[in-house]
C-alpha cells in the first residue's frame, strides 16, 4: 500500500471531491461517519463522548461526528478552540449544523481556557490538528494537549494524534496527543510507522473513506507498507513437476564456539522457507551438534574453531554472519569471498560488523546483496542519524550509493531497495524481540533468493512471512514465551496464507 505525504493527501481528497462531483462537506461527512461506525462497533451509546475540536477541517470531522453520535443517541459534546481567526468553511458548516440539533452540547473555549476535570469515563476525541498542522504547537494548544495527556481518559484521535506531522517526527518535548487509538482515513501517515509516534498513536486502524482510486495508482511515492495483499501477489507458488534441483540451493555460513545455535536457526528457517538443498558451513567444532539439530541439511566444514574459509557449492546461495564470530581469520575469509562474488547474497549479524570494521568492503559487495541490520547495526555501518525516520533516509542514501537492499529491523522493519524505494513491514510484535529471531530471517531471504526470488522481492516477502510466522506463534503461545525456534515451526501456515489457505 502506498503512503502518501499529507501535500499529497490533500490532492488525493480534493481529486477524489472532482471525479465524484461531490462537496468536500459529503467527504467529511464520509469521515464522519467512518469513525462513527467504529466507535459503534467498540462502544455502546451509553458512553459519554467529549469531542475536542479545533477550526481547521479536522475540527470539522469532529464537530460531524459529535451530531452524528448525537443522532445515534450517544451522550455526546464537543469542545471547540478559539485557536484560528476563522474556521475553515466545512467546520463552519459542521457547527451550524450541530448548533441547530444540540446547541447545549457546545462549548467554545477562549485562548488560555481549559477543560475543568473530567469524569474518567468519558471517551475523549481529539479532533483538534490533523494533516493540516504546519508547525509544531505553541502556546495555548500546547498546554491543552499537555492538559489531556494528563488526564487518565482514553483517547481516541481522529486522522493523526494533533501536534503530530506526518512527514516528520516531532522533537522528544512537543506536545503531541497522546492517544489510545488513532483512526487514520485510509492511509498510513509515515509517521506512524515509526517508533518515537507510537506512544502517541497507539493502535492505528485505517478506515476506508473511498478516496480516488485513480489517484492513488497515478501518484509517484518512494514509500509504502507491505501488507498481505504485497506479500500474496510477490508469492510464487510451488511447480508440481519440481524437483530438489528446481528450489535452489542454500549455504548458510556462521557459527562459533558457543554460538551454533545461531547458524542452526537460519538453517532450520531456510529448510521451512523452500529451499532445494541446504547447507551449514560452520567450524568443525559445530558438525555434530548441527546435523543432530538439523539433519536435513549438510555439514560443510569452514574452519576448526572458527570459519577460516568461505567458499560457496555450486550454484549455491549465501547467507553469511549468524554466530560466526569476528576473528581476523573469519573477517579475512569474508573479504575473499566478497571480492569473487558475483550471484545474490544475503549479510547478517557479525558479518556486518566485520564490514562496518573495514568499510572498502561495502564498495566490493556485489549488486543487490541484501544486508540485514538492526539499528545498531546499521550505526557502525553508516553513522548515526537524529531520529530512526532520518535512519530510514541514510538507508536510503546508502541503498543507492551501493546498490543494495537494506533490510532495516525493527517493529515496523523497512526494506529500503536499490532504487531507494522504501517498504514498511505491517506483520511481527515485540515477542520477536528474543535473541535468534534475526537469525531466522537470514534463512527465510536466503532461502527465497535461492528459489529465484529477485532480492527486492525477497528481501518484501521473506520480512513479511517472519513477522507472520511470530504473529502466529504469538497467538498460540504467547508474546513472552515466544522464542526464535518457534518462528521456523509457523513458517507452513504463513506460507500457507498467502495462497488463502489458512
Ligand atoms: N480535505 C478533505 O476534504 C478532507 C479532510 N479531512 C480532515 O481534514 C484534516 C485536514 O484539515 P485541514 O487541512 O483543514 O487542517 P487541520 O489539521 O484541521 O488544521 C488546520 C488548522 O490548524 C491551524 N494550525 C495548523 N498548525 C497549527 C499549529 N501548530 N498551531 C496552531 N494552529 C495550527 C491552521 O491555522 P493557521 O495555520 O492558519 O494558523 C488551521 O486553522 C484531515 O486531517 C482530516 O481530519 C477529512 O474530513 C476527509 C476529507
Ligand atoms: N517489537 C518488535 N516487533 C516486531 N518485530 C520485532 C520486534 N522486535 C524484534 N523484532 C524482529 O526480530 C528480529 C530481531 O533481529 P536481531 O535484532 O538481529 O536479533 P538476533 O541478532 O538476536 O537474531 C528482527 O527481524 C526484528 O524485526
Ligand atoms: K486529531
Redesign the pocket.
Request: charged letters at 20%; zero cysteines; proline letters at 6%.
Given at each position: 500500500m502506498k503512503i502518501f505525504t499529507a501535500r499529497q493527501i490533500?490532492e488525493c481528497?480534493a481529486f477524489t471531491?472532482q471525479e465524484e462531483g461531490i462537496t468536500?462537506a459529503d467527504?467529511?461527512e464520509r469521515?464522519a461517519n467512518a469513525c462513527a461506525s467504529w466507535l459503534q462497533q467498540h462502544y455502546s451509546n451509553h458512553t459519554p463522548v467529549l469531542v475536542v475540536c479545533?477550526?481547521?477541517?479536522?475540527?470539522?470531522?469532529g464537530l460531524a461526528l459529535t451530531r452524528i453520535l448525537l443522532q445515534q443517541g450517544y451522550p455526546a459534546r464537543a469542545v471547540v478552540l478559539r485557536?484560528?481567526a476563522q474556521f475553515?468553511p466545512d467546520a463552519a458548516h459542521n457547527l451550524t449544523l450541530l448548533h441547530q440539533l444540540m446547541p447545549e452540547n457546545i462549548r467554545i473555549l477562549e485562548p488560555g481556557q481549559y477543560l475543568s476535570t473530567l469524569s474518567e469515563d468519558i471517551l475523549v476525541i481529539d479532533a483538534l490538528?490533523?494533516?493540516?498542522?504546519?508547525?509544531?504547537?505553541?502556546d495555548w494548544?500546547a498546554s491543552f494537549v499537555q492538559e489531556l495527556n494528563a488526564l487518565s481518559n482514553t483517547v481516541i484521535a481522529?486522522?493523526?494524534p494533533s501536534g503530530l506531522p506526518a512527514d516528520s517526527l516531532p522533537e522528544p518535548e512537543a506536545a503531541v496527543i497522546r492517544a489510545q487509538y488513532t483512526l487514520s482515513?485510509q492511509f498510513y501517515k509515515r509517521s506512524f510507522l515509526h517508533p518515537e509516534a507510537a506512544v502517541h498513536t497507539g493502535a492505528v486502524h485505517l478506515l476506508d473513506?473511498g478516496l480516488s482510486t485513480q489517484y492513488i495508482t497515478a501518484t509517484h511515492t518512494q514509500y509504502y507498507t507491505t501488507g498481505a495483499a504485497t506479500a500474496a501477489a510477490l508469492y510464487k507458488p510451488r511447480n508440481p513437476f519440481g524437483h530438489k534441483g528446481s528450489f535452489g540451493k542454500v549455504q548458510l555460513v556462521g557459527g562459533s564456539y558457543g554460538k551454533m545455535g545461531a547458524i542452526a536457526l537460519s538453517t532450520r528457517a531456510a529448510l521451512r522457507s523452500g529451499a532445494g538443498l541446504v547447507f551449514t558451513a560452520a567450524p568443525e567444532t559445530g558438525n555434530t551438534i548441527l546435523q543432530v539439530l538439523n539433519p536435513e541439511a549438510m555439514f560443510i566444514a569452514a574452519g576448526k574453531e572458527v570459519v577460516e574459509k568461505i567458499k560457496a557449492e555450486d550454484k549455491a546461495v549465501l547467507g553469511i554472519g549468524p554466530g560466526m564470530g569476528q576473528a581476523p581469520e573469519t573477517g579475512a575469509a569474508l573479504l575473499r569471498y566478497i571480492r569473487s562474488a558475483n550471484g545474490s547474497l544475503v549479510l547478517d549479524a557479525d558479518a556486518l560488523n566485520l564490514v562496518a570494521a573495514e568499510k572498502d568492503m561495502l564498495h566490493l559487495l556485489p549488486a543487490h546483496t541484501i544486508i540485514t541490520p538492526h539499528p545498531r547495526e546499521f550505526e557502525r555501518l553508516f553513522g548515526k542519524a537524529p531520529d530512526s525516520m532520518l535512519q530510514v533516509e541514510l538507508a536510503r542514501a546508502n541503498a543507492m550509493k551501493y546498490n543494495i537492499c537494506i533490510v532495516l529491523k525493527g517493529h515496523h522493519t523497512a526494506v529500503v531497495l536499490p532504487t531507494g524505494a522504501c517498504w514498511y513491514n505491517t506483520t511481527g510484535n515485540a515477542g520477536m524481540a528474543t535473541g535468534g529471531s534475526g537469525d531466522v530471517l537470514t534463512g527465510i531471504l536466503t532461502a527465497l533468493l535461492a528459489q529465484g526470488y529477485t532480492p527486492a522481492d525477497a528481501a518484501r516477502l521473506g520480512v513479511y512471512l517472519h513477522g507472520l510466522a511470530g504473529d502466529l506463534a504469538a497467538a498460540a503461545s504467547g508474546q513472552e514465551a515466544l522464542i526464535a525456534g518457534d518462528l521456523p515451526d509457523w513458517l507452513g501456515a504463513a506460507f500457507r496464507s498467502l495462497s488463502g489457505d489458512l
Open positions: 490533500r481528497d471531491i468536500s467527504l467529511m469521515a479545533g477550526m481547521g477541517n479536522n475540527g470539522g470531522d485557536h484560528a475553515s490538528f490533523g494533516t493540516g498542522l504546519n508547525r509544531p504547537l505553541e494548544p481522529i486522522d493523526t482515513f473513506i
